[in-house]
């Protein structure tokens, strides 16, 4: 017996389904490969990720983007970021994460880490709307007024945050905070989630999407001085 309309018409929903399923997986992959190129050794005409503290050019600043509090993520971007400004490679540290609770405080617990390494109250400023990567990139360039910077976090992580701030006008290298391992199943968890992360961050920067939090003007440096 031949194949009733109802059943055709199915077919053919599924098929269209499963060709733009395929069409969307495809596209994210492509989105993620473009992402990750901007962590190439040399992408352009200059390295975009250090690993020597000797060879990374000064920068006003360091962007020390937040992970989970007392992480062994965060501690290590946190040590990393103070080891460059005791190598007079940045002048400031810009603490970055998440404060969407009185209770949970990224910025302030990687402030209090970084004095504990010596830095000074003076040289840290906290962003306390750094939900996302791309909050965070965005607010260092609107709302503390940086030109140029280092952004420090592991290398997973690195090439999405250069990304960004290649398509907001942020002047910027990174340096790989990734001082020990935090085991396969992690790092294979990290490494997954950056397949996502780098789409939505293609997206944010395609629709000119505005971050959680803009607020006020709050420059870390006079005009013209970074």
């Known amino acids: ?6 059943s055709l ?8 389904l499963a060709v733009l ?4 997986a495809a ?15 040399n992408f352009g005409s200059d390295q975009n990720i250090y690993t020597d503290i000797d060879k990374i050019p000064e920068a006003p600043a360091a962007i020390v983007f937040g992970a989970g509090i007392n992480s062994k993520e965060m501690q290590d971007r946190v040590i990393t970021a103070a080891q460059l400004y005791h190598a007079g490679k940045v002048k400031h540290l810009l603490m ?15 402030k209090r880490l970084a ?9 840290i400023t906290c962003d306390y709307a750094g939900f996302r990567t791309y909050d965070s ?23 999405r945050a250069l990304f960004l701030a290649k398509k907001l006008d942020l002047d910027a ?22 397949i996502g992360s780098s789409a939505f961050a293609w997206l944010d920067v395609v629709t000119g999407h505005e971050p959680k939090f803009r607020g006020k003007k709050e420059p870390i440096f006079a005009p013209d001085s970074n």
Request: proline share 5%; no cysteine.
């Open 96 to 110: 970055t994460g998440d404060n969407g609770k009185i209770t949970y405080n990224e910025p302030e617990a990687m």
């Open 115 to 123: 004095v504990k390494q010596g830095v000074p109250e003076k040289d």
């Open 9 to 16: 018409k199915i077919t053919h929903i599924l098929w269209s």
């Open 137 to 159: 990139v965005f607010r260092a360039k609107d709302i503390f007024g940086l030109k140029k910077a280092i952004l420090v976090t592991q290398a997973y992580h690195l090439p």
């Open 173 to 194: 290298v990174g340096f790989d905070a990734q001082v020990r391992n935090y085991g396969r199943k992690r790092q294979a968890w990290y490494d997954l989630r950056e």
């Open 1 to 6: 017996m031949p194949a009733s309309r109802p």
């Open 27 to 41: 596209g994210i992959i492509v989105v993620y490969f473009h992402v990750q190129s901007f962590g190439n050794e």
């Open 21 to 24: 399923i395929v069409a969307m």
